[in-house]
């Protein structure tokens, strides 16, 4: 269901170091997983996408991984870069259902 | 692709007063586009979907006669907040997705409204 919570979990590494952001999704029947970034004062960029007969996506210095055993997923970030600090979601979704965004995480990169 | 525009990217009104917003599928037909409150620090919420020439369907608890949706076209859905209060202040951001397949949603850069 919706996630609320009033302080964000934040990630602090350095730049040039890789990050792995994790979410546990709750819905067994889920499908198709997506992540956002969000930067502050700005919609939800779409990362990469997954679905759920692959376990691993590569993009750009992204990659997604589906554990879907025990419903885990993961975005990691190659070498990051400061242009990567901002608030990354996960969403997933069954079928025709809505997508279920996660609590979110806040990556910040220090120079 | 796959480009969203929202307009106003900022509204300040006085209470009382009613707000529309616009949401524009750039590139791309949207035949359901979604709007979402977020709060500060919070994830997104869904408040309701709309399908292009018919009803939205509204989230529990979000009041269809406070938040007004009208998809009229496949590429615009608009949001007016009626006699909006203080309570009613947020960032609202709205999203299309493509008929077809397994497809990301792609959301426009939001409203932030803020009620005196």
């Known amino acids: 269901g919706e996630s609320v919570g009033l302080h964000l979990p934040t990630l602090s590494v350095q730049e040039g170091d890789n990050s792995i952001i994790n979410c546990a999704y709750s819905?067994?029947?889920?499908?198709?997983f997506i992540w956002y970034k969000q930067e502050s004062g700005k919609g939800p960029q779409f990362i990469i996408d997954?679905?759920?007969?692959?376990d691993k996506r590569q993009g750009q210095r992204v990659t997604v991984l589906l554990n879907k055993t025990v419903k885990h997923l993961s975005l990691q970030i190659a070498a990051t870069q400061p242009g990567d600090s901002a608030v990354y979601f996960c969403a997933e979704r069954s079928g025709s259902e809505k997508l279920v965004f996660g609590k979110g995480m806040k990556l910040t990169v220090n120079p | 692709g796959a480009v969203v525009s929202q307009h106003p990217s900022w509204v300040i009104c006085k209470s009382g007063t009613s707000v529309k917003i616009e949401c524009r599928s750039l590139d791309f037909q949207a035949t359901t586009m979604f709007w979402y409150r977020q709060f500060p620090k919070q994830s997104l919420m869904l408040m309701a979907t709309?399908?292009?020439?018919?009803?939205?369907?509204?989230e529990q608890g979000v009041e269809k006669d406070k938040f007004l949706i009208n998809h009229a076209s496949l590429t615009l859905s608009t949001l007016t907040v009626t006699s909006a209060h203080p309570e009613d202040s947020s960032f609202y951001i709205c999203?299309?997705?493509?008929?077809?397949?397994?497809?990301?949603?792609?959301f426009g850069d939001g409203t932030r409204l803020s009620i005196l």
């Open positions: 709309s399908n292009e020439g018919s009803k939205a369907t509204y």
């Open positions: 999203s299309g997705l493509q008929p077809w397949g397994n497809q990301p949603q792609h």
């Open positions: 997954i679905r759920s007969n692959m």
């Open positions: 819905n067994s029947a889920s499908d198709y």
